[in-house]
C-alpha cells in the first residue's frame, strides 16, 4: 500500500524488511463547531471510539539502531509525517512475541491464564519513542555487556526497562548488582533523551 510505501521511505537509509499495517481502538477527544474540547456534567473531557493506524516495522538487528535513529529520532519524525503510530521490531522480538503468544494460548487452553484488566489496558498504552534508544548509543554500556543483552533479543532501553533485575540478571555474565545499575543507567538515558526532546519542542 502506500502507506507502507512511505514508511520505507521515511525511514530509508535503514533496510525494512516488511511493514504490516493494522488498527487499533483509541478514545479520542470530542470537540464542539468551534473546535474546543467538550466535557461532561463532571468537568471530564468527553471522548468517542476511534482507530489508530499502526505500523509495525521489522527490521533486521543490524538495521535497528538505523532505523530508530539517534535518540529515536528517525522513527519520531516518521511518526509525525505519516500520522501514524510506528513500532520498531527486530526479526528477534518478532519470533519471541510469537512463541510468548503461543505459549499463552496454550496455557488459556489448558485454563491455565487468565487474561486481567490491567494486562489488556497495557497493551493500548502510548508507544513512548524515547524508550526506543538502540543500546550501541549508550556509552556507558560496554560492548561485551551489549552483546550479552542482544544475544537475548534485547536491542533497546524499552527492552531493558521492560524486564524485572531479576529476569535481567538469569543471562549468563549479569547478577543482580549489574541487573540493577544497567537499568538504573538506561532510566537516566531515557530521563536525559525526554528532557532534550521537550527543549527541542520548545525551541
Known amino acids: 500500500s502506500d502507506l507502507v510505501t512511505f ?16 488498527e487499533e481502538p483509541i478514545q479520542v ?3 464542539d463547531e468551534e473546535g474546543n474540547p467538550m466535557v461532561n456534567e463532571e468537568g471530564e473531557p468527553l471522548t468517542e471510539e476511534g482507530k489508530e493506524v499502526v505500523l509495525d ?20 519524525l516518521a511518526s ?9 521490531k527486530s526479526e528477534e522480538a518478532v519470533k519471541d512475541e510469537l512463541a510468548s503468544a503461543l505459549a499463552s494460548m496454550l496455557r488459556e487452553m489448558e485454563g491455565l491464564d487468565d487474561v486481567t484488566e490491567t494486562e489488556a489496558s497495557e497493551t493500548s498504552e502510548d508507544l513512548d519513542y524515547d524508550l526506543m534508544i538502540p543500546l550501541e548509543e549508550m556509552e556507558m554500556i560496554s560492548e561485551r ?25 538469569t543471562i549468563p555474565g549479569i547478577g543482580p548488582v549489574t541487573a540493577q545499575r544497567l537499568q538504573d543507567m538506561v532510566q537516566q538515558a531515557v530521563d536525559e ?11
Do not use: C, M, Y
Open 29 to 31: 477527544p470530542v470537540f
Open 57 to 76: 516495522v521489522i527490521v533486521g538487528t543490524e538495521q535497528l539502531s538505523l532505523t530508530i535513529g539517534r535518540r529515536g529520532q528517525n522513527v519520531r
Open 145 to 169: 555487556l551489549r552483546e550479552r543483552l542482544e544475544s537475548h533479543a534485547i536491542h533497546t532501553a524499552q527492552d531493558v526497562l521492560s524486564r524485572t533485575p531479576d529476569e535481567l540478571a
Open 193 to 203: 533523551a525526554r528532557a532534550e526532546a521537550a527543549e527541542a519542542e520548545e525551541e
Open 7 to 22: 514508511a520505507q521511505n521515511a525511514l530509508a537509509p535503514a533496510k525494512i524488511n516488511r511493514v504490516a499495517v493494522r
Open 80 to 88: 509525525r509525517l505519516l500520522e501514524s503510530r510506528i513500532e520498531i
